[in-house]
């Protein structure tokens, strides 16, 4: 039976410091290389792509200083199936510590299989999400609003192609550099 859940969590340092049981039989069924010594390596060695990198990073910032737990839907194609998931991001109380929980929501086979967020895989060049530069926020149909809530709106990790980010400043930060 395909695993329906799994659960790791990092440190300070974003190393794994714990991975449970449907991590491993997750990792087995899509082949991750190396899964088996996760623990204690970084969590970013697992992430491919700048831009996705990026976003994550900013979310994890954003949950360790801020909104403490986010839930967002994301893909999570395996090499025979395409696969949506949903995962929750809560920070401990020292908001240095956070635990990832994800599950399963569906999944299919697919016919050719294609690597997710590889960055080799072209895309279209024509998908910009305007960022701003100073206070980290994304413009999202017309409004500035922070990571969590752009990944929402766009369902930024549900895509199989990220947009580029395009980096700018927002009004806000405008007129307050323009101050200074
Ligand atoms: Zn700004």
Same mark, same amino acid.
């Given at each position: ?16 410091? !714990? ?63 395409? !696969? ?11 908001? !240095? ?84």
């Amino acid at each position: 039976m395909p695993v329906e859940k799994l659960s790791y969590a990092i440190d300070d340092q974003d190393r794994l410091i !714990r991975v449970d049981d449907g991590y491993y039989r997750f990792a087995e069924e899509n082949g991750w290389d190396g899964a088996g010594d996760s623990l204690g390596r970084s969590l970013w060695d697992f992430v491919a792509g700048h831009e996705v990198r990026k976003l994550q990073r900013l979310l994890l910032r954003r949950v360790r200083e801020g909104v403490r737990g986010v839930e967002l839907p994301f893909r999570c194609d395996g090499p025979e199936v395409s !696969r949506e998931m949903e995962i929750k991001i809560a920070a401990g109380k020292s908001g !240095r510590v956070v635990l990832f929980s994800a599950r399963v929501r569906s999944e299919e086979p697919r016919e050719e299989p294609q690597p997710l967020l590889d960055p080799s895989v072209p895309r279209d060049n024509d998908d910009f999400l305007p960022m701003c530069a100073w206070c980290d926020r994304f413009l999202v149909e017309g409004e500035w609003v922070e990571v969590e809530e752009a990944a929402k709106r766009l369902e930024l990790f549900r895509r199989s192609e990220m947009p580029m980010l395009d980096h700018g400043i927002c009004p806000e930060c405008n007129a307050t550099l323009l101050a200074a």
